[in-house]
């Protein structure tokens, strides 16, 4: 027996169920982050924002730090999967390189969401040190500071467009629908999974798009206040001529984003 097949053994049932829990919890911020910029776009209230400014407006509410402790434990079943991910590769087809890829990948996304679910925790238990300024930005003025910094940020940025175009491919040719375990679904929620993640992904590529862009900026011209995230580019998006339309449409797509997370934790392959 190698040490895949023990890695494999190794892998309890309640895991991938906290790993489900974590999908869905994703799933539930780019609802609110959607319906927040829907309202915003249609002018009955609401804002562009991030996955930090969708906490914060659920951590407002009457109950809101109970929500967001659920919320910081469903993500935290997210990261461990992504962790689980980066040390078995279940997707390995035997090229190195992609694996090693997907690793990193997996590495990057579970410290991303151990930092949003560091901030729903922070935001449920009222710490105010906590919320500092924008955070890409803060990363940007240190890395400009270091030597080759410019250069790191352009290479985020080109990463992160990179990234938005295999968002946007994998939506556009449904990629996605080969981890759903067909068997289990009944054929509305398998058309609604597919219907949900196409639009969902391409919205989300168009906006990482955005993002990359702005860190490319921000390489160009050494301005840290060039470097935006999520809330940036749905502003962004606004400004443009037609924007509260351009608006409406990408902030229906980070909804049904989020509603293919949801179907995709109920239904993902977690064979390791």
Do not use: C
């Amino acid at each position: 027996m190698n040490e895949k097949q023990v890695a494999k053994q190794e892998i309890k049932p309640w895991i991938k169920n906290f790993a489900r829990f974590g999908y869905m919890s994703k799933g539930v911020v780019y609802i609110l982050i959607g319906v927040l910029s829907l309202l915003a776009a249609i002018g009955t209230g609401g804002k562009t924002t991030d996955s930090t400014g969708a906490l914060e407006s659920v951590g407002s509410k009457p109950y809101g730090d109970i929500l967001l402790w659920i919320i910081a434990l469903g993500l935290t079943g997210y990261v461990v999967w992504k962790i689980i991910q980066a040390v078995n590769d279940p997707e390995n087809n035997s090229n190195e390189k992609k694996s090693l890829i997907r690793r990193v990948f997996y590495i990057v996304t579970a410290v991303i969401y151990s930092f949003l679910t560091y901030k729903a925790i922070t935001i449920a238990i009222k710490d105010s040190s906590s919320n500092g300024g924008n955070s890409q930005q803060t990363i940007s003025s240190w890395l400009l500071g270091q030597a080759f910094g410019q250069w790191i940020i352009g290479a985020i940025g080109i990463i992160i467009i990179g990234y938005g175009v295999v968002e946007l491919y994998n939506g556009w040719k449904e990629k996605f629908t080969k981890h759903f375990q067909r068997s289990k679904m009944n054929d509305k929620e398998f058309e609604l999974g597919k219907k949900a993640g196409k639009l969902g992904l391409i919205a989300r590529g168009i906006v990482l798009g955005i993002i990359g862009i702005f860190f490319i900026q921000t390489a160009i011209t050494a301005q840290p206040e060039k470097t935006k995230g999520l809330d940036g580019a749905l502003s962004e998006i606004a400004s443009q001529s037609y924007g509260q339309i351009l608006l409406a449409l990408v902030a229906i797509g980070l909804t049904l984003y989020g509603v293919f997370q949801i179907i995709k934790g109920k239904n993902r392959n977690m064979v390791l």
